[in-house]
């Protein structure tokens, strides 16, 4: 079916216009593509109608042909819906952190309590316990202290003659007791949701006030997925997914339909039976997974490329004119942004590469970062007439950015000056003459 996919694009790619009759047989393409990855069709429906109006009002580029445009809407929007931030743990400023682990029965929660645990003791210098409140079979907790030893965190547990809510307060009383900050209850699952999982579950949840309750969803689960993630989000106010089983071969694309129906953000990826195996969540990487359209996406890639590359060129060129804007400004850092660091770059420049030793990345990094914060706080009218930047205007970039007024003044002050230094470049090298770099 992919291989349809790409058919139905190469068909419409380089053939000039965008027409409804052929986006809609794109379109058609990339809804049975998704359905084939196991997207819930009410999200299929939902998305390929944003889709449609997004590429009925797009702007056309001249770097991309119809069908690349629609592909490049297409993967972007999937990976908005996919979520475009990196959602963090929620650790409690002051007092534990207590972090409730849950979902169906083999969709890896143990495992996931240990690789987090992990992760934050070894990386985030936190002090873990974890909590053994599965206590249906004595091969759970077993389980948990094994991986417990594996990665140096001690496990707390009572054994199966105690219950798992008993259990979990006792937990946290231990926690207090001995200086820890962060606790991850490893809890039960079952086979399906039931209503007494679903009672334990609120009951431990209302006992130890979760920062965090992290649910676990599998890959390779198909359509039933959805079902799964709404109960437990109904119950429990779930904060968070850790999608699991991802190093397998299901193009996973109930993890969308999961999100674009409950909101809940991903904040975890497990990658692998081991420990280490726990990455963050790329929604960008996951929106192509789910399409499973990779020689086109390289396609688009390249074509993205040129589209920058156009971008820049045509500022390098209101450059040369002395017409230099913030607009410009943005570009360029843009561009520099994505080729790397600054020093990186620099000592490409024959003769560069000795004094950029001394460039310190991370405060170059930093000024850029802030120097766009700046620049993307601005309006159109303001980005490309910075000599209208008056005190109030100032205000309101700097609160907009998080910055101070200073800020952008001496952002103000260092364009004027690269401005001034363009235009008099430009002026000389029509006159035929180096410039001279002394003045
Ligand atoms: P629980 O019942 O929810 O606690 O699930 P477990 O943590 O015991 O995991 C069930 C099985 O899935 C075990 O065999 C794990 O090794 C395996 N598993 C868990 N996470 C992953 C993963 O990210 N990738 C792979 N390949 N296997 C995993
Ligand atoms: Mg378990």
Do not use: W
Not at 73 to 84: A, M, Q, Y
Not at 170 to 199: C, I, P, Q, S, W
Not at 411 to 418: I, V
Request: negative net charge.
């Amino acid at each position: 079916l992919t291989k349809r996919l790409n058919r139905a694009f190469k068909n419409i790619s380089g053939k000039g216009k965008l027409t409804e009759k052929n986006m809609d047989e794109m379109l058609k393409e990339v809804r049975m593509s998704l359905l084939e990855a196991d997207v819930n069709y009410r999200v299929v429906k939902d998305f390929i109608e944003t889709i449609k109006e997004q590429a009925l009002g797009q702007k056309v580029y001249d770097a991309l042909d119809p069908a690349q445009m629609v592909l490049k809407i297409v993967r972007d929007e999937l990976t908005n819906l996919l979520g475009s931030t990196t959602a963090e743990i929620n650790y409690k400023e002051d007092g534990i952190t207590t972090i409730m682990m849950v979902g169906l029965q083999g969709t890896g929660k143990t495992t996931a309590s240990a690789k987090i645990a992990n992760l934050m003791s070894k990386k985030q210098d936190r002090k873990v316990l974890l909590a053994a409140c599965d206590v249906i079979r004595p091969a759970a907790i077993e389980q948990l202290q094994t991986l417990g030893k594996q990665i140096d965190v001690e496990v707390y547990t009572e054994g199966v003659q105690v219950d798992a809510l008993t259990t979990a307060k006792n937990a946290l009383a231990y926690a207090k007791a001995n200086g820890y900050d962060t606790v991850l209850f490893d809890t039960a699952g079952r086979l399906h949701v039931d209503e007494e999982l679903m009672k334990e579950l609120e009951k431990i949840k209302k006992a130890v006030k979760p920062s965090d309750i992290l649910l676990t969803v599998d890959a390779m689960t198909g359509q039933d997925i959805v079902n799964v993630a709404e109960s437990f989000n109904e119950k429990l106010d779930v904060t968070g997914l850790v999608l699991t089983k991802l190093d397998g071969d299901a193009r996973g694309g109930g993890i969308l339909s999961v999100r674009a129906i409950t909101h809940v953000p991903v904040k975890f990826v497990g990658t692998g039976e081991k420990i280490e195996d726990l990455d963050v969540f790329h929604p960008d990487r996951m929106a192509e997974r789910i399409l499973g359209m990779g020689d086109l996406l390289t396609l688009l890639e390249q074509a993205e490329e040129k589209m920058d590359l156009d971008a820049a060129e045509e500022s390098s060129r209101r450059m040369m004119e002395g017409k230099f804007d913030l607009n410009d400004m943005l570009v360029q850092l843009e561009q520099i942004n994505k080729m790397g660091s600054l020093s990186k770059i620099m000592k490409l420049v024959p003769g560069m590469g000795q004094m950029m030793e001394s460039i310190d990345d991370m405060k170059a990094d930093d000024q850029m970062k802030h120097t766009k914060a700046m620049i993307q706080s601005m309006t159109k009218f303001e980005r490309e007439n910075p000599d209208q930047i008056r005190s109030s205007r100032k205000r309101r970039i700097a609160n907009g950015s998080g910055h101070s007024v200073g800020d952008v003044n001496k952002l103000l002050t260092q364009f004027e000056k690269s401005k001034k230094m363009m235009t008099m470049m430009a002026r000389m090298s029509q006159q035929g003459q180096a410039p001279d770099m002394a003045a």
